[in-house]
């Protein structure tokens, strides 16, 4: 069985930093596609950033270009999302999301696109 373990989310005031993470089992992480999305609340579900296989590098929305970046540990079988200067609008829920597909650029920000996904942490950013 496949599960991905998030944890990390919390409060933290604006300008603060925060790294999510997500631990896999029953799937190896070297090879695959990582997907960070979020949802905020009465909002669609939203790609975040995205870590791409074959060293094909990553790829941020443009509201977090700059703060946050996806990251693997192969070692660990463990992925991150180091989320820096947290602004009120990053407030939601966040999720890690894996495939072993070789997907093209337009793919990364679709949620059909994952196989497999993580519970969900809450962050809040709020002084």
């Known amino acids: 069985e496949v599960q991905l373990q998030a944890s990390g989310g919390g409060l933290v005031q604006p300008g603060g930093s925060l790294r999510l993470s997500c631990a896999a089992s029953g799937f190896t992480i070297d090879d695959a596609v990582i997907g960070w999305f979020r949802q905020a609340p009465g909002k669609e579900r939203e790609g975040v950033s995205f870590l791409r296989n074959q060293n094909r590098g990553i790829v941020n929305a443009d509201s977090v270009k700059g703060r946050f970046t996806a990251s693997r540990d192969n070692a660990k079988n463990t992925v991150y999302l180091q989320m820096n200067a947290l602004r009120p609008e990053d407030t939601a829920v966040y999720f890690c999301?894996?495939?072993?597909?070789?997907?093209?650029?337009?793919?990364?920000?679709?949620?059909?696109?994952?196989?497999?996904w993580g519970q969900g942490t809450e962050v809040t950013v709020s002084s």
């Open positions: 999301a894996v495939t072993k597909r070789r997907l093209i650029t337009s793919s990364l920000w679709q949620i059909a696109s994952y196989d497999y």
